[in-house]
């Protein structure tokens, strides 16, 4: 599978998954109210969730991203911080040297 197919499943696997959750908090009852699933309706839900979630980690292996990627906040502290290398024996580095 080429990787922009890749890109677009993943894509559409996100969509079902807020699609799946927005349902459930729409539907979700009160504290002692009763629900109005049915219970295999339930666990059909659960099923599908845990199907997407799957595939969402098989595409993001495949793609070589990390599984546990989360977006971060502009001003929360990075963890990891880039470093410029230069390659030794250039000329311009030569001339600096002396």
Do not use: Y
């Not at 599978?1 to 890109?7: I, K, R």
């Not at 559409?12 to 799946?20: A, S």
């Not at 959750?21 to 059909?44: A, F, H, N, W, Y």
């Amino acid at each position: 599978m080429s990787e922009e197919a890749m890109h677009n499943e993943r894509a559409i696997m996100i969509m079902m998954r807020k699609t799946l959750s927005g349902i459930i908090r729409d539907v979700t009852p009160l504290p002692g109210m009763q629900s109005p699933l049915k219970d295999e309706t339930v666990e059909d839900i659960r099923r599908c969730l845990g199907v997407i979630a799957a595939r969402e980690q098989e595409i993001a292996k495949a793609l070589g991203r990390d599984i546990r990627e989360r977006p971060r906040f502009r001003d929360e502290p990075r963890t990891s911080h880039v470093v410029s290398f230069k390659k030794s024996g250039d000329k311009k580095d030569a001339a600096e040297n002396e």
